[in-house]
């Protein structure tokens, strides 16, 4: 149980182009969901938290604008990056909470690799 | 963003042998999580702990929750080549949906 998943697994895009990605909780309802970007060697940096049905909340320092997140049902959040440059490539990582208390564990997607030309 | 401190940051280690990584914060935590990344994939969950002093086994893995609450421990006995990867810990405080993660300590075993 508790299956997450994320497409695509790998992009590759022009510069100025967006790009959206998605995060499926596959076997559970996901009530809260939660977007990291993490760059080669380093650690999990969290990007924002997504509430179902709910506007985004962002960490700071991360443009709302430019990383536009929708959480429109229970098991999908997608998150599309805008007018991608090169410094935007990374690895995107969603994570998916069966709950809405800070106890509750978190549950990794695959991943996505973004590359932007 | 906030990240707590992973020690150590990287580990080479002979096959069979145990190994010790630990997670420092000057923050108090309600829950420990601790996961195993393998390179290009999602983090995957080994523990989770939820109470201070709290002990907890996974097969070959055991994790601690540390009594100030401010940190935390896992181990891994016997190693096998498959360890390898990137193990990272993460804590919530109370009140918060989110996880700060930690550092990372990449473990290399070597046969």
């Known amino acids: 149980g508790a299956v997450v998943s994320q497409h695509p697994s790998w992009v590759i895009c022009k510069s100025g182009t967006s790009v959206k990605i998605e995060c499926r909780s596959l076997d559970f309802q996901a009530t809260t969901m939660f977007w990291y970007r993490q760059f080669p060697k380093q650690s999990l940096m969290l990007m924002a938290t997504s509430n179902e049905g709910s506007k985004a909340t962002y960490e700071q320092g991360v443009e709302k604008d430019k990383f536009l997140i929708n959480h429109a049902s229970l098991t999908l959040s997608t998150l599309t990056v805008t007018s991608a440059h090169p410094e935007d490539s990374s690895f995107y990582i969603c994570s998916a909470s069966p709950g809405t208390s800070g106890t509750d564990t978190q549950y990794f997607g695959p991943g996505t690799r973004l590359t932007v030309l | 963003g906030q990240q707590l401190n992973q020690s150590p940051q990287s580990m080479f280690i002979q096959e069979g042998e145990d190994v010790s990584m630990n997670c420092t914060s000057s923050s108090i935590f309600n829950t420990w999580l601790w996961y195993k990344q393998d390179p290009g994939e999602g983090p995957v969950l080994l523990i989770a702990?939820?109470?201070?002093?709290e002990l907890t086994s996974n097969g070959r893995l055991t994790a601690q929750f540390g009594i100030t609450r401010k940190d935390s421990f896992l181990n891994i006995s016997a190693s096998i080549p498959s360890d390898v990867g990137i193990y990272f810990c993460?804590?919530?405080?109370?009140?918060?949906?989110?996880?700060?993660f930690g550092t990372g300590t990449r473990l290399k075993v070597l046969a």
């Open positions: 993460a804590g919530s405080t109370s009140g918060t949906y989110k996880y700060i």
């Open positions: 702990l939820y109470k201070a002093g």
